[in-house]
């Protein structure tokens, strides 16, 4: 049993959008950072977008402008709205969770894969 689950890759056509979604198997509280990462074949991982629990935002610069990261704390959520996809976006997207409890704790999803090809 894994606490985070991936959902909405898929294949989509430059220039297209899709939604990637993360759930949480439980309740998040506390100073916490959900974040969006990606690995492509033969490449370093890579932070995609990130999220605090005060809602602070960051990016990566090579999305900045056509990705929105978002969390929705009712529903154990977070969420990464991707538009004008790039074949260079083309990646498994996998979701991290960063809380801390006495000690910094990560989990981590199983990830998802994005692909952007004609």
């Known amino acids: 049993q894994v606490p985070l689950v991936e959902s909405g890759g898929g294949l989509v056509q430059p220039g297209g959008s899709l939604r990637l979604s993360c759930a949480a198997s439980g309740s998040i509280f506390g100073i916490n950072t959900m974040g969006w990462y990606r690995q492509a074949p033969g490449k370093p991982r890579e932070l995609v977008a990130a999220i605090t629990n005060a809602n602070y935002r960051n990016y990566a610069d090579a999305v900045k402008g056509r990705f929105t990261i978002s969390r929705d704390n009712a529903k154990n959520t977070v969420y990464l709205q991707m538009n004008s996809l790039k074949p260079e976006d083309t990646a498994v997207y996998s979701c991290?969770?960063?809380?801390?409890?006495?000690?910094?704790?990560?989990?981590w999803g199983q990830g998802t894969q994005v692909t952007v090809s004609s």
């Open positions: 991290r969770l960063t809380y801390y409890l006495g000690y910094e704790h990560n989990y």
